[in-house]
């Protein structure tokens, strides 16, 4: 171990105490040798072999300090054993002749270098008792004076040499603790970072992940037609189901075309109209705005369009059109997708033809039935017995009601394909329930039951009086067909601030509350209806709903079972109020 | 109906040979002459060319030519002016009774119809052709 090396180990931040005794050890064995060497500087034996002992003392101390941590404070006990020790063999080896006083400045050192300035007064003090102490004993051959003296010289260089040590010390330690903060300060700098490129990786991973999916998700879908535009309809998405529905690849249109330019330019137009967009170029494209109008003003809307394809051929198209936000909540462009609704349309014309045929292939049979049964019946050259006229009669009773029943059936049909038309003409509601109860009045005296009619003009309401009697009739007479001989049918007709409202209410059997909800469905009939026998197959109320709700209108039902049932059927009163004022004035 | 007893006469076309024969009843019911009866559209414009009737009482459904097709000959043929036209339809929508007034016809019944209004307005039909006369 070279002298430097040495040094190097010494000046580590935190030697052991062994360590540290270690110079002081070493040296005193030196000195041993010396004094062993030579017997003649030797002033006192005892004081040698005290000196001797005292240092192993020490050493053994520094020892048990380096291996016991938790007694590390005692770690100076140290150093004042190895002043002792200094004390014993500078006076057992010619005290202020000594050769060996320099060792006191290795304990010094200690104290010195420890934390803290009252480490240089334990030095001090340390210094003057192994200087003082000869006197003390009382043994020097010097004059007390002398020693005192030399003592107090010795020690105050000493002090301050141990003031400069500590000092140095000092700044050592603080030149090490800020090297060490920085090294912190560094340390969790570059955890920080690797915790952050960590989450960087772990974010890219599941950016990576999301734009698979996306991809995944947006090549599987073939069968809608999903296409992005900007502002002004400029095309950036095209999924491969908009390049299989149009025949065009996303090549040839993103960034190149315009999504209107795949429109019937007259269904634009005509949806242009419908907004009222004033004629002339107010808005940039008209024919885009009104594409995307309902989605530019915040709701989705759903509607059926006819694009034309590259190639000039048409398909029937149901489109949702949405807005695409960015951050800030700002529209910067919409998004359209649209299925295909060319089946759709087969299979509705498929049904109309159906429904046609059907119409047409039991109303020519019923014809020769009815026609048959009346040129019976009017044959003036054989009179029938009044047998055979009844016969007669239940015959045509139930041709009738087949053709009634038929007539309802092609109905529902045209309702559901949503192709029944109505003639619109703005009329008030009186003579068509009047009309209707007159109609009804037969068979509630037949039934036993009594009708009674409440009527206030309301208004007028614009529609088909033909399809509005029809269902006044289909409510009537349900209500005297639900109402036991002796109970009541009210009709009544009242005006209200924006609509006009007809009521049927009866005394009859009701309608179990769980049922009511099914109540308009096709051929649904009541429990009390088939407990109670009454005939009907379930087409009349469905009917009912389906020329109300053409009408802009509503229908409400109020039911008890065993006290009776009401129906309301509420129809919009025709506006502006002025042609209804004018109409009055007539 | 004083000097000249000309009868008026009809043409009945109808797929249905039981309607045929109703209208054929109606419209001896009617006092008017029944001088041919068509299975088809084809074989009723061939009898209307043949026989110059002076009503005829048509199915529109028919195979061949539709009634409404026939209505349109009529109508569009010079030499056919004295001939008027009567649909009788299975449809009962409101744009069937239209198209049946547009191609020409002046009178449009739903079936199934009563022989005996048939047969009332078959009489008022011609009364008032006699009387433009």
Redesign the interface.
């Known amino acids: 171990m070279t002298l430097t090396a040495a040094v190097n180990l010494l000046a580590t931040p935190n030697p052991s105490p062994l360590l540290k005794q270690a110079p002081m050890t070493i040296l005193f064995g030196v000195a041993a040798v010396i004094v062993a060497f030579n017997p003649g500087s030797v002033t006192s034996l005892a004081s040698i072999v005290a000196a001797t002992v005292a240092v192993l003392v020490a050493t053994v101390l520094a020892g048990v300090l380096t291996a016991v941590s938790t007694i590390a404070r005692f770690a100076l006990l140290v150093p004042a054993v190895d002043l002792v020790a200094i004390g014993f063999l500078r006076f057992g080896t010619g005290e202020g002749l000594s050769s060996f006083s320099a060792l006191i400045i290795l304990p010094i050192i200690w104290f010195a270098a420890e934390e803290g300035r009252e480490h240089i007064w334990f030095a001090f003090i340390g210094t003057a008792i192994v200087l003082i102490f000869p006197s003390v004993a009382g043994q020097s051959d010097s004059s007390a004076l002398s020693v005192l003296v030399r003592a107090a010289f010795s020690a105050a260089v000493f002090t301050i040499a141990a003031a400069v040590i500590n000092e140095l010390s000092r700044q050592a330690r603080l030149r090490l603790s800020s090297v060490r903060r920085l090294a912190e300060e560094r340390k969790s700098a570059l955890e920080s970072n690797e915790l952050r490129t960590n989450q960087l990786a772990e974010s890219e991973a599941s950016l990576r992940q999301a734009q698979r999916m996306f991809r995944e998700l947006w090549g599987a879908v073939t069968e809608q037609a999903v296409i992005g535009t900007d502002l002004t309809g400029l095309i950036d998405a095209w999924n491969p189901g908009a390049a299989l529905m149009l025949r065009i690849g996303a090549d040839h249109v993103e960034d190149k075309r315009h999504v209107d330019e795949f429109h019937l330019s007259h269904e634009l137009e005509d949806r242009a109209r419908e907004l009222n967009y004033p004629a002339g170029a107010t808005v940039l494209n008209p024919g885009f705005s009104a594409l995307v109008e309902e989605a530019r003003l915040g709701s989705a809307e759903v509607r059926e369009w006819t694009y034309r394809r590259a190639d000039g051929t048409e398909l029937p198209v149901e489109l949702s059109v949405t807005p695409r936000l960015d951050d800030d909540g700002e529209t910067v462009g919409y998004l359209f997708v649209a299925h295909d609704r060319t089946k759709a349309h087969e299979v509705a014309k498929l049904k109309d033809d159906f429904v046609?045929l059907i119409?047409?292939e039991l109303?020519?049979p019923?014809?020769?039935?009815?026609?048959?049964l009346?040129?019976m019946r009017?044959d003036d050259d054989e009179k029938l017995t009044e047998t055979q006229l009844q016969y007669l009669g239940v015959a045509e009773r139930n041709a009738n009601r087949l053709?009634i029943l038929i007539?309802d059936l092609?109905f529902t049909a045209?309702v559901e394909s949503g192709k029944f038309?109505l003639?619109q003409h703005v009329q008030s509601m009186s003579p068509i329930v009047s009309a209707a109860v007159d109609s009804a009045q037969p068979a509630a005296v037949r039934a036993g039951v009594t009708l009674v009619v409440e009527m206030v003009d309301g208004g007028m309401v614009r529609g088909d009086s033909v399809r509005l009697g029809q269902a006044c009739d289909n409510l009537i007479s349900n209500a005297i067909k639900f109402t036991p001989a002796g109970g009541t049918v009210t009709v009544t007709l009242n005006g209200e601030a924006h609509q006009v409202v007809v009521t049927v209410s009866d005394t009859g059997m009701g309608i179990p509350e769980s049922e009511l909800n099914q109540l308009f469905s096709r051929f649904f009939r009541a429990s009390t209806a088939t407990r109670n026998a009454v005939p009907g197959v379930g087409l009349g109320l469905t009917i009912t709903k389906a020329i109300v709700t053409a009408h802009g209108g509503e229908m409400s039902v109020r039911s008890e079972e065993g006290v009776g049932t009401n129906f309301s059927m509420m129809l919009p009163i025709e506006q502006p109020a002025r042609v209804r004022s004018a109409d009055l004035a007539q | 109906m004083t000097a000249a007893p000309h009868k008026t006469s009809v043409l009945v076309a109808d797929d249905d040979a039981d309607i045929r024969v109703l209208v054929g009843i109606a419209v001896r019911k009617s006092g008017l002459e029944l001088v041919g009866a068509a299975a088809d559209g084809n074989e009723a414009w061939e009898l209307v060319n043949a026989l110059k009737p002076d009503l005829v009482v048509t199915d529109v459904s028919m195979p061949g030519l539709t009634g409404l097709d026939l209505c349109r000959l009529i109508h569009a043929d010079g030499e056919l002016s004295g001939t008027r036209v009567v649909l009788l339809s299975a449809a009962v929508d409101e744009q069937a009774h239209i198209a049946g007034l547009d191609a020409g016809a002046i009178d449009y019944l739903i079936k199934p119809f009563s022989p005996r209004e048939l047969a009332e307005r078959l009489v008022a039909l011609t009364q008032s052709s006699t009387a433009r006369q």
């Open positions: 046609g119409s047409h109303r020519t019923l014809s020769s039935i009815l026609g048959y009346e040129l009017d053709l007539g092609l045209q038309n003639e």
